[in-house]
């Protein structure tokens, strides 16, 4: 079993930044995937950025060159640095991994991102 605890998020103006981070506990050396996805109102759950066990990093093409995760192993945190926040970029966050053999996916709390003048 793998918890994830989310924390950031807010009411930004647009060009605006925020920062969420993901910190997870549990069985944490079976995570094979960390990352983030978002869900807008009325529509279906996308990925937005996430670290794969082979080290790859993934993300949206809305989101490249703005949006940036990072990890701190030590800490078993992921973030996510948003910047130049578009109204389009509101949405529900929910950090998420993929662990375990079968893979199990889990997710977090989520966190609202509202951009907005």
């Known amino acids: 079993q793998v918890q994830l605890a989310e924390s950031g998020g807010g009411l930004v103006e647009p060009g605006g930044s925020l920062r969420l981070s993901c910190a997870a506990s549990g069985s944490i050396a079976s995570i094979n995937a960390m990352g983030w996805f978002r869900q807008p109102p009325g529509k279906p759950r996308d990925l937005v950025a996430r670290?794969?066990?082979?080290?790859?990093?993934n993300y949206a093409d809305s989101v490249k060159g703005r949006f940036t995760i990072s990890r701190d192993n030590g800490k078993n945190t992921v973030t996510l640095q948003m910047n130049s926040l578009k109204p389009e970029d509101t949405a529900v966050y929910y950090c998420h991994a993929v662990a375990g053999v079968p893979p199990n996916l889990y997710w977090g709390q989520g966190s609202q991102v509202t951009v907005s003048s």
């Open positions: 670290f794969t066990s082979g080290g790859v990093t």
